[in-house]
């Protein structure tokens, strides 16, 4: 079973200095000889993850492919991709910066940014060399600043830096050919297949058997099978679809309940409204009058 992550848990399973908490953002500094910070379950962060190499090399599957991943790399992973560290050499240096989802609803760029195929396919890249000392500059200011104590311009700062950095890499994907010539095995083409259609239907398509019927397979099975896969059945993939959607519209429209609750069909608000609070705990009203992640 992959071992879930959010931001709120993030502090528990690792050894994070709470007292830094910045909402939406957490960057750690890891070292491989250390002996922390690193675990032996597949792991799914529900945020975007950027993975910075300064030293050494490893091998990771990301979304059940293998890459090999040395100084210098960028592991760019969206919400929800399956993550197994193979290996790490002693050496190894790694900084990491995760953003929530709340962060990520606050900027229809980022929404955009990770829904971009070439993410999935291509989540190992490299600045241009000319650019690599502009990376490890920027990188130290954003790890100087989540360090620093609080203040009342620290998180704002932070979030414009960690908006730099993610500019700078998705000019790389705009500049790479979209290759899709990985050979995948039954169990990415499943769950491959399944995060396209989901992408695509889940504002209008609720029910199992839809997504059963479209990859060939029975109810039960799919739904069984990415519970042990991916820690989330079908119907838990629909809600974590519609919530973020829903969530994107609240924090980063004028639209009114009613129109985003109509836009997602949702035959009456009031059946949107228990559908939001039951799934995120509190109101879609009291969701967007929460202190903005961006000003």
């Known amino acids: 079973m992959a071992l879930f992550i959010t931001l709120d848990n993030v502090y528990q399973l690792y050894p994070i200095d709470p007292s830094k908490k910045t909402d939406g953002i957490v960057v750690f500094h890891q070292l491989a000889g250390s002996g922390h910070g690193y675990t032996e379950h597949s792991r799914l962060f529900d945020g975007l993850m950027l993975g910075f190499l300064l030293k050494g090399s490893m091998k990771m599957q990301i979304h059940f492919f293998e890459y090999e991943i040395n100084a210098g790399d960028i592991a760019v992973l ?8 193979k290996y790490l050499s002693e050496d190894a240096e790694i900084v990491t910066i995760a953003i929530s989802l709340d962060f990520m609803s606050a900027f229809p760029m980022l929404r955009e940014f990770v829904m971009n195929d070439q993410l999935r396919w291509q989540p190992v890249v490299r600045l241009q060399e000319e650019e690599s000392s502009l990376q490890n ?12 104590k609080a203040s009342p311009n620290k998180a704002e700062i932070l979030r414009h830096l960690v908006m730099a950095m993610i500019n700078m890499i998705a000019e790389v994907y705009t500049e790479m050919p979209n290759s899709r010539s990985l050979s995948k095995s039954r169990t990415h083409e499943i769950i491959d297949n399944f995060y396209q259609l989901i992408l695509k239907h889940a504002g209008k398509q609720r029910n199992v058997n839809f997504y059963a019927e479209k990859l060939h397979l029975t109810p039960q099975y799919l739904s069984t099978f990415l519970k042990e896969k991916t820690g989330r059945s079908v119907s838990q993939w629909i809600d974590h679809m ?8 609240l924090k980063s429209t004028n639209l009114s309940i009613k129109e985003i609750s109509h836009a997602l069909n949702f035959g009456e608000t009031s059946i949107f409204c228990r559908y939001f609070k039951r799934i ?12 903005t992640i961006a000003k």
């Open 242 to 249: 519609l919530i973020l959607e829903a969530k994107t519209l």
């Open 280 to 291: 995120s705990g509190v109101s879609p009203t009291s969701y967007r009058h929460q202190k």
């Open 78 to 85: 969206p919400p929800q991709l399956l993550l197994d560290t």
């Open 137 to 148: 500059e920027l990188i130290n200011l954003i790890k100087g600043f989540y360090d620093k």
